[in-house]
T-cell receptor, first 113, second 110 residues
């Protein structure tokens, strides 16, 4: 069964360092997303991406965040200068169309020290 | 008012019980509705979509009330494996993003 894959599964970094989280969405999907979930809190929307550009972003997705689809398969989330409060589980998700089921990867746990 | 609001629970029920969760949403123009399930420290997974006419999938029944802007999920004959957090998810009419509620935790005990 096709799945969304994410790497790394866990990353520990020092405050102020840059982090890149990688995702491979399901191959025929056109809409890509990043969500985050701070431990014990809700799943929060960060950004959606379609047709090689950001379609929507939340207030959380400030200038420290960027996304890229550098080739036909990868979808990356970069945090330029991590803060302690960036510690969370980051989920990549994709869907085939603008509606319908959103498929999630298993997440990348980011710990900022 | 929160975009999507749920009772956090936990709901602690015995095996075999029937349990119902409600969810309210603030954007009256929302078009798509879902229930997702999330196990501890795992990714959310789709449980079922919610259609205007209501829909059933085995022991699970979802209902939508557009006038009152609420969605419900009914679980019949609860199993131990139903223990999880149930997430109400809403998509607006002109938006690609899905907004998640904070989830309702269900514990099914033997």
């Amino acid at each position: 069964e096709p799945e969304v894959t994410q790497t790394p599964s866990h990353q520990v970094t020092q405050m102020g360092q840059e982090v890149i989280l990688r995702c491979v969405p399901i191959s025929n999907h056109l809409y890509f997303y990043w969500y985050r979930q701070i431990l014990g809190q809700k799943v929060e929307f960060l950004v959606s991406f379609y047709n090689n550009e950001i379609s929507e972003k939340s207030e959380i997705f400030d200038d420290q965040f960027s996304v890229e689809r550098p080739d036909g398969s990868n979808f990356t989330l970069k945090i330029r200068s991590t803060k302690l409060e960036d510690s969370a589980m980051y989920f990549c998700a994709s869907r085939e169309g603008a509606a319908g089921e959103l498929f999630f990867g298993e997440g990348s746990r980011l710990t900022v020290l | 008012r929160k975009e999507v609001e749920q009772d956090p629970g936990p709901f602690n029920v015995p095996e075999g019980a029937t349990v119902a969760f409600n969810c309210t949403y603030s954007n009256s123009a929302s078009q798509s509705f879902f229930w997702y399930r999330q196990d501890c420290r795992k990714e959310p997974k789709l449980l079922m979509s919610v259609y205007s006419s209501g829909n059933e999938d085995g022991r699970f029944t979802a209902q939508l009330n557009r006038a009152s802007q609420y969605i419900s999920l009914l679980i019949r004959d609860s199993k131990l494996s139903d223990s999880a957090t149930y997430l109400c998810v809403v998509q607006g009419d002109s938006s690609y993003k899905l907004i998640f509620g904070s989830g309702t935790r269900l514990l099914v005990r033997p």
